[in-house]
């Protein structure tokens, strides 16, 4: 009896020393893509399989929710996983709004306005494909709040029209008030992209 013990406590002591020596090694090279061969698969549609922490993504529900880093004003970290605001377009994080010598940085002022409303608020994103760069599409809230619709009431983005209306209205009230970028001149970010 007494070696059976033995030997349990040295299997044991292997799977504790293997368990330390994976997370080591998940740790060095980053969890997210460790863990992946570790745990069993599961049923996730194919717009969604990407790496994410396993408290990031609910596969039976199709949400990505938790605390947020803002990229860029439509552009969100989840748990590691980039988000792109579906149906809105934000300057760029460089781009500049005004006439020359009433210069300012609209694109970082998008940026620290979606930051501060946000605050340490949970973010609750409801995917709905891919972009071009393989980031997440996704509608997002905070609370009951369309973070979108925040962001395009108030001048902070503009109704992406090529690939959604949803936000037009928010658009014009914005222009109307004369908030966000609507309070001087600016090119639009998909146009500002291309010089």
């Not at 529900?61 to 004003?73: C, P, Q």
Request: glycine share 6%; net charge positive; hydrophobic share 45%.
């Amino acid at each position: 009896m007494a070696r059976k013990v033995v030997v349990h406590s040295n299997a044991k002591r292997f799977v504790q020393v293997a368990a330390v020596a994976i997370l080591a090694a998940a740790t060095l090279t980053g969890l997210k893509n460790v863990s992946l061969w570790w745990r069993a698969p599961r049923e996730v549609p194919e717009t969604m399989a990407v790496a994410t922490a396993p408290a990031a993504m609910s596969a039976a529900t199709n949400v990505l929710a938790g605390r947020s880093s803002v990229i860029d004003a439509d552009t969100l970290e989840v748990h590691g996983t980039r988000i792109r605001l579906e149906g809105v377009d934000a300057p760029e994080s460089s781009q500049r709004c005004g006439t020359a010598g009433k210069e300012w940085a609209c694109g970082q002022q998008a940026a620290l306005a979606l930051s501060d409303w946000i605050a340490d608020r949970p973010v609750t994103c409801h995917p709905k494909g891919k972009d071009r760069y393989q980031r997440v599409l996704a509608r997002c809230f905070v609370g009951n709040d369309d973070l979108q619709a925040w962001l395009v009431s108030n001048g902070w983005a503009l109704a992406y029209r090529q690939y959604s209306t949803d936000y037009v209205a928010a658009e014009q009230h914005a222009q109307a008030a004369q908030v966000g970028m609507w309070r001087s001149e600016f090119v639009p970010p998909w146009e500002w992209r291309k010089r």
